[in-house]
């Protein structure tokens, strides 16, 4: 079985920066590597939704209102994905989570909270 653990938020001042590191474990390199993987987000009373994703091969995908300001990569050799996260908003508050297109069980997530 997937777990998930994702690490790395905190309270940070509008404009500042954070870096989300997510880990894989229960899964074999070769697996992780071929999955697309994302960072997702959810605030109070909100959905939970995607934020952004990378593919196997390193293609990336955006939602409108982070482009620009985050962006997210992987090493395939830790199963680990992360979230450079820079002019940050207050809007960016939410707790932070990783999965393989929701098909895997979700971690604790991280929480990010942003501060006006």
């Known amino acids: 079985q997937v777990q998930l653990v994702e690490s790395g938020g905190g309270l940070v001042q509008a404009g500042g920066s954070l870096r989300l590191s997510c880990a894989a474990s229960?899964?074999?390199?070769?697996?992780?590597?071929?999955?697309?993987m994302g960072w997702y987000r959810q605030a109070p009373g909100k959905q939970r939704e995607l934020v952004a994703d990378?593919?196997?091969?390193?293609?990336?995908n955006y939602q409108d209102s982070v482009k620009g300001r985050f962006t997210i990569s992987r090493d395939n050799a830790k199963n680990t994905i992360y979230l450079q996260m820079n002019s940050l908003k207050p809007e960016d508050t939410a707790v932070y989570y990783c999965?393989?297109?929701?098909?895997?069980?979700w971690g604790q997530g991280t929480q990010v909270t942003v501060s006006s």
């Open positions: 990378i593919t196997s091969g390193g293609s990336t």
């Open positions: 229960g899964i074999s390199r070769i697996i992780f590597s071929i999955k697309t």
């Open positions: 999965n393989a297109a929701r098909n895997w069980d």
